[in-house]
């Protein structure tokens, strides 16, 4: 005899009260904002997708928008090339092993506002050692809060300082994790170095670059803190990111309706680009 | 293909080897003909493939010389030495297809096209791929992968050995009788000197034409299947190969006669040397239950299939016979009855007596 009952739903209900409570709700407060106006008391008015609209349409989006996707660019061009040459580099047997991985992983386990008030503090022109270094010691003029230049560069090494080691470890595991024997094979078949990395290590590390390069685009895409703390968006708009922005509307000038339109927005954006980045490396492998 | 030979090779992996036991490799000296099948048999840990390493020249030897046709190799890299190694878990270049794979070795010693396209499709004919060529080699099950291993090795047809490093370890039973006879055919047809390491001794004893037998970095034998077989040269060829091992008994031995427990047993042929620790060794196969002879009571009786396996207790030592027919119950008492042109005496593990004329 088999018993028919809809008792089943009842253990998925705590997964949907959570995902509800830390999701959807939240997400669907965000939609809320996004179609009505408010001046405030409560008081809201249907406004549909105007915002969007104005969003769309606005050129101060725009900027923001390519200075965010120029960010992400630089980071992941610079990090993940770099990321695995330093894997590469990394002995894989003897004592320098625990030194090289807790060398590499110490950038990761400081907190972002302290990442950027540590590099706000280095390169400082008149105190910090490299601001110091630079100006008066090799003579380049180098004050990121007045030149865009200067703060770009500032932000982009602050990144690659701080999570280039992301893309190490996890290019390291991908590396350790390949048998002696391929390595002697490729000898005996007379591989030269390149072709060693190009047909054993790359693919071999394929899967966890995979992840690696989600995780920085995505991180990336949506850092906020270290060039808050860093340069505040300047000089003038010239550091001012997608998200930096979004925290002014909403914040600073308490537009929640525009704001919240520019969330969606930004969050259809990242999920996108994720869902590109993701179809584009694992195509090969459903076959 | 060349004839090769290990000349007083010893290899340590500490630094600073003192004591004998410091060395994986305990002076190896042999000669391998050009074109012949051999294998190396041995437990885990008894540096067969230390042994190996060093003839591929992923190792160097601490000590010794290895010479292909008369050229000394020992200082030469793997890639320079020409030859070609399968290991014990398929190696295939995931991203390739199966032709680039079989390929791969050839165009990276800048073959011409087109002979490297003969060459492909020789190989994938005879390890039966060829209708594979194109698709993506991480596709491929277990066996085909290591068929592609294979491959590679004998894709090229200048080497001088192929090696395969327990090369059947991950694949299932019925793929592996399977593929060991596709590789002794293939060594029919190649003509390549092979060389076969293993701890199963029915792979080595199919595959190959002579079987070396290792033990503590030392080789205990040299011979065909058949001499490890009905002459083993230490009891522990007697124990390793065959199934059951032979049957090894303390015994003692003065002037030239051997006795068990006061009973005088004959063995094959004159005792040489004296002292040491005497033992006797005799197959299963060739005890038989009789009349006379040693008394012993059965302790177990097993069927394994066209005979039975029965373990006798002589006093406190065990003694097992293959009996074809009936068999005694369970602690019946029976006679142990051994061939003497099959019994031979050890001392300290090596053979004592002189093989009849």
């Given at each position: 005899?088999?018993?028919?009952?809809?008792?089943?739903?009842?253990?998925?209900?705590?997964?949907?009260?959570?995902?509800?409570?830390?999701?959807?709700?939240?997400?669907?407060?965000?939609?809320?904002?996004?179609?009505?106006?408010?001046?405030?008391?409560?008081?809201?008015?249907?406004?549909?997708?105007?915002?969007?609209?104005?969003?769309?349409?606005?050129?101060r989006f725009?900027a923001a928008l390519g200075r965010q996707f120029l960010f992400t660019?630089l980071i992941?061009?610079?990090?993940?090339?770099?990321?695995?040459?330093?894997?590469?580099?990394?002995?894989?047997?003897?004592?320098?092993?625990?030194?090289?991985?807790?060398?590499?992983?110490?950038p990761?386990?400081i907190p972002w506002n302290v990442v950027g008030a540590m590099w706000n503090i280095f390169t400082l022109?008149?105190?910090g050692?490299?601001?110091?270094?630079?100006?008066?010691?090799?003579?380049?003029?180098?004050n990121m809060t007045q030149s865009p230049?200067a703060a770009w560069v500032t932000i982009i090494t602050m990144d690659v300082w701080h999570w280039?080691?992301?893309?190490?470890?996890?290019?390291?595991?991908?590396?350790?994790?390949?048998?002696?024997?391929?390595?002697?094979?490729?000898?005996?078949?007379?591989?030269?170095?390149?072709?060693?990395?190009?047909?054993?290590?790359?693919?071999?590390?394929?899967?966890?670059?995979?992840?690696?390069?989600?995780?920085?685009?995505m991180d990336s895409f949506n850092i906020y803190t270290e060039p808050f703390v860093l340069t505040g968006g300047g000089p003038g708009n010239s550091t001012t990111l997608l998200s930096i922005d979004l925290v002014k509307i909403a914040l600073g000038q308490f537009d929640?309706?525009?704001a919240?339109?520019m969330s969606?927005?930004y969050?259809?954006?990242t999920?996108?680009?994720?869902?590109?980045?993701?179809?584009?490396?694992?195509?090969?492998?459903?076959? | 293909?060349?004839?090769?030979?290990?000349?007083?090779?010893?290899?340590?992996?500490?630094?600073?080897?003192?004591?004998?036991?410091?060395?994986?490799?305990?002076?190896?000296?042999?000669?391998?003909?050009?074109?012949?099948?051999?294998?190396?048999?041995?437990?885990?840990?008894?540096?067969?493939?230390?042994?190996?390493?060093?003839?591929?020249?992923?190792?160097?030897?601490?000590?010794?010389?290895?010479?292909?046709?008369?050229?000394?190799?020992?200082?030469?890299?793997?890639?320079?030495?020409?030859?070609?190694?399968?290991?014990?878990?398929?190696?295939?270049?995931?991203?390739?297809?199966?032709?680039?794979?079989?390929?791969?070795?050839?165009?990276?010693?800048?073959?011409?096209?087109?002979?490297?396209?003969?060459?492909?499709?020789?190989?994938?004919?005879?390890?039966?791929?060829?209708?594979?060529?194109?698709?993506?080699?991480?596709?491929?099950?277990?066996?085909?992968?290591?068929?592609?291993?294979?491959?590679?090795?004998?894709?090229?047809?200048?080497?001088?050995?192929?090696?395969?490093?327990?090369?059947?370890?991950?694949?299932?039973?019925?793929?592996?009788?399977?593929?060991?006879?596709?590789?002794?055919?293939?060594?029919?047809?190649?003509?390549?000197?092979?060389?076969?390491?293993?701890?199963?001794?029915?792979?080595?004893?199919?595959?190959?034409?002579?079987?070396?037998?290792?033990?503590?970095?030392?080789?205990?034998?040299?011979?065909?299947?058949?001499?490890?077989?009905?002459?083993?040269?230490?009891?522990?060829?007697?124990?390793?190969?065959?199934?059951?091992?032979?049957?090894?008994?303390?015994?003692?031995?003065?002037?030239?006669?051997?006795?068990?427990?006061?009973?005088?047993?004959?063995?094959?042929?004159?005792?040489?040397?004296?002292?040491?620790?005497?033992?006797?060794?005799?197959?299963?196969?060739?005890?038989?239950?009789?009349?006379?002879?040693?008394?012993?009571?059965?302790?177990?009786?097993?069927?394994?299939?066209?005979?039975?396996?029965?373990?006798?207790?002589?006093?406190?030592?065990?003694?097992?016979?293959?009996?074809?027919?009936?068999?005694?119950?369970?602690?019946?008492?029976?006679?142990?009855?051994?061939?003497?042109?099959?019994?031979?005496?050890?001392?300290?593990?090596?053979?004592?007596?002189?093989?009849?004329?």
């Amino acid at each position: 005899m088999k018993t028919e009952n809809q008792k089943a739903w009842f253990f998925v209900l705590p997964v949907l009260v959570l995902v509800a409570f830390n999701a959807l709700i939240p997400i669907m407060t965000v939609v809320n904002y996004s179609v009505q106006e408010t001046f405030g008391d409560n008081l809201f008015f249907w406004e549909g997708l105007t915002w969007f609209e104005q969003i769309l349409r606005s050129e101060r989006f725009h900027a923001a928008l390519g200075r965010q996707f120029l960010f992400t660019f630089l980071i992941l061009i610079i990090e993940v090339p770099l990321g695995i040459i330093i894997a590469l580099a990394m002995p894989r047997k003897g004592i320098w092993v625990p030194v090289c991985l807790v060398t590499m992983a110490l950038p990761m386990l400081i907190p972002w506002n302290v990442v950027g008030a540590m590099w706000n503090i280095f390169t400082l022109p008149d105190i910090g050692l490299l601001g110091y270094l630079l100006n008066n010691v090799i003579g380049i003029d180098y004050n990121m809060t007045q030149s865009p230049v200067a703060a770009w560069v500032t932000i982009i090494t602050m990144d690659v300082w701080h999570w280039t080691s992301l893309v190490v470890l996890l290019s390291y595991a991908g590396l350790v994790s390949i048998p002696d024997a391929y390595y002697q094979a490729a000898k005996i078949d007379g591989a030269s170095p390149w072709k060693v990395f190009r047909y054993i290590q790359l693919p071999k590390m394929k899967t966890v670059l995979t992840i690696a390069i989600l995780l920085r685009f995505m991180d990336s895409f949506n850092i906020y803190t270290e060039p808050f703390v860093l340069t505040g968006g300047g000089p003038g708009n010239s550091t001012t990111l997608l998200s930096i922005d979004l925290v002014k509307i909403a914040l600073g000038q308490f537009d929640l309706g525009p704001a919240a339109a520019m969330s969606l927005i930004y969050f259809a954006i990242t999920l996108l680009v994720s869902w590109l980045f993701y179809t584009l490396m694992t195509k090969d492998d459903v076959k | 293909m060349a004839k090769i030979t290990l000349k007083n090779l010893r290899h340590s992996y500490l630094a600073n080897p003192k004591a004998v036991q410091d060395y994986a490799l305990k002076e190896i000296d042999l000669d391998w003909q050009d074109g012949g099948a051999y294998a190396l048999l041995g437990p885990s840990g008894c540096g067969k493939s230390t042994l190996l390493n060093i003839i591929s020249g992923l190792l160097t030897p601490s000590e010794g010389h290895i010479l292909f046709d008369d050229r000394d190799v020992t200082g030469l890299p793997p890639d320079q030495r020409n030859i070609a190694q399968v290991f014990q878990f398929p190696v295939i270049y995931d991203t390739m297809t199966v032709y680039d794979n079989l390929a791969f070795p050839l165009r990276n010693r800048g073959v011409a096209q087109a002979r490297i396209d003969t060459r492909v499709r020789e190989i994938a004919e005879m390890l039966e791929v060829t209708e594979m060529l194109r698709t993506r080699a991480s596709h491929l099950s277990p066996d085909n992968k290591q068929k592609i291993s294979m491959g590679r090795g004998l894709v090229r047809d200048d080497v001088n050995v192929v090696m395969f490093d327990e090369p059947l370890t991950v694949i299932d039973p019925h793929l592996k009788w399977k593929l060991r006879s596709k590789l002794k055919e293939l060594h029919q047809r190649v003509r390549a000197t092979m060389i076969y390491v293993t701890h199963d001794q029915t792979e080595a004893l199919t595959f190959a034409d002579q079987v070396v037998v290792m033990q503590d970095g030392e080789i205990v034998q040299i011979g065909t299947p058949v001499e490890l077989f009905e002459r083993p040269q230490h009891t522990f060829v007697g124990h390793f190969i065959g199934s059951p091992g032979m049957n090894v008994l303390d015994v003692s031995e003065a002037d030239g006669k051997v006795s068990f427990n006061g009973q005088a047993i004959a063995v094959e042929g004159k005792v040489k040397g004296q002292g040491g620790h005497a033992q006797l060794g005799i197959r299963p196969e060739f005890v038989s239950l009789s009349d006379s002879g040693l008394e012993a009571r059965v302790r177990k009786v097993s069927d394994i299939g066209r005979h039975s396996v029965v373990e006798a207790m002589l006093g406190d030592v065990s003694v097992k016979a293959v009996v074809d027919g009936p068999v005694p119950a369970q602690g019946e008492a029976v006679y142990l009855d051994f061939r003497p042109d099959q019994t031979r005496l050890y001392r300290d593990g090596w053979i004592a007596t002189e093989a009849t004329p």
